[in-house]
């Protein structure tokens, strides 16, 4: 099992930056993907950003080239940084892990809030 716990979400301004942090604890060994998640009001959960074991990055299309995902091994952390912010990237920001086996991690999320 793992454990996942966000941080780093807050109110900005239209074009500025945030960067979130999920700290991961537990048995993290089998876990093959890390990746953040977003969801708005009223919409589903939708992928941001992963980043493999191998050191893969991949991106929703919507936050390529603004949003960058990374991962410090011996800190245990993934981190998502967040530059030139815009208002739909308003929603609370899930941190997720999957394991080899296919189950997946998830932390309880943190708010991001991007004022126009």
């Known amino acids: 099992q793992v454990q996942l716990v966000e941080s780093g979400g807050g109110l900005v301004q239209s074009g500025g930056s945030l960067r979130l942090s999920c700290a991961a604890s537990g048995f993290i060994l089998t876990t093959i993907t890390m990746g953040w998640y977003r969801q708005a009001p009223g919409k589903q959960r939708e992928l941001v950003a992963t980043?493999?074991?191998?050191?893969?990055?991949n991106y929703d299309s919507s936050v390529k080239g603004r949003f960058t995902i990374s991962g410090d091994n011996a800190k245990k952390t993934l981190y998502l940084q967040m530059n030139s912010l815009k208002p739909e990237d308003t929603a609370v920001y899930y941190c997720?892990?999957?394991?080899?086996?296919?189950?997946?991690?998830w932390g309880r999320g943190t708010q991001v809030t991007v004022s126009s």
């Open positions: 980043l493999s074991r191998g050191g893969t990055t």
């Open positions: 997720n892990y999957r394991s080899l086996s296919g189950s997946d991690s």
